[in-house]
């Protein structure tokens, strides 16, 4: 079967009423949702966690006051098309805007896409020149798009070129592909990402532990076994994992496949995507509970992308606070199950 990628098809497979009704919602992005992420759809629950995923919603033509065409200020922060420059130490390299399934609530929603912005090889060459000449980039985080939908030569060439730069230390891969395209990553992907001088790390994104199925962990495994050490990264999304017990079992789903769950982001400002948004009250919640639930090695830092282009913060919960008695230099500390203890200043 065939990624789907239109209305009429996923009216064929039942999981909209009506193409017409959505044409406005998918103007704004495009479709593409694959075999593996169909399979896990109940169709007998309109509510369906993965279907919310990738499949348009009329909801997405009602655009909110605060919401922005690019909420994480990429274009404020790129010297080079193709770079993203926040931090002094990291770029961010974006060679491709082509995704294997197109998730409604992307970030980078209105970039992404089958005629979204792949840089040209002159381009690619300018931004690796960029990273090249300066020699306080460590870290290059290959990103789009999806990387991995780069064809394994081109992919292997662009980190081989990226790990003769002497002062790259990590190329991190961000990537949707071994979980909703796990058939993708053949042999010649995995050998396109094994270990090289530089360290190299793939952070995977999940965001239901349904996405975690026989096929994904299967890949999962046998990129851990080729000596990639993997990451998860979640979004928080309003009816997809914003309760208790789904992100308690999504991480240690992630854990048992041994990916080390690393962000859960908080949901970013973006143009028609109100109906996915937790407030982060409401996460600092979720995350007090799993770490009364979870151990250290499955708990993820959840982080707010500060719009305009000014990185990641944590934010939250803390379990500290001040200390309303005698002594005015102790704190007050929260255990993982609620108690509050004092803590001497
Ligand atoms: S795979 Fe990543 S970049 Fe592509 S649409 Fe989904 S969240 Fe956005």
Known sequence: METLRTLEALEREGLIASAADLAEAAESMAIALTPEMLALIDRGDPADPIARQFVPSVAETRVAPGELADPIGDEARSPVKGIVHR?????????????PVYCRFCFRREKVGPGGDTLSAAELERALAYITADPKIWEVILTGGDPLMLAPRRLAELIGRLDAIPHVGVIRLHSRVPIVDPGRVGEALVAALRPRRAALWLAVHCNHPRELGTATRATLARLADAGIPLLGQTVLLAGVNDDV???????????????????????????????????????????????????????????????GGHGKVPVGPSFLSGYRGDDPDALLVEDAFGKQHRYPG
Request: proline share 8%; glycine share 8%; aromatic share 6%.
């Open 245 to 307: 017990d789904t992100l308690d079992a999504l991480m240690r789903g992630l854990v048992t496949a041994r990916v080390k769950p690393y962000y859960l982001h908080h949901p970013d400002l973006v143009r028609g995507t109100g109906h996915f948004r937790v407030t982060i009250e409401r996460g600092q919640q979720l995350m007090k509970a799993l770490r009364g639930r979870l151990s250290g090695l499955a708990q993820p830092t959840y982080v707010l992308d500060v719009p």
């Open 87 to 99: 931090y002094p130490d990291r770029v961010l390299l974006k060679p491709i805007h082509v995704c």
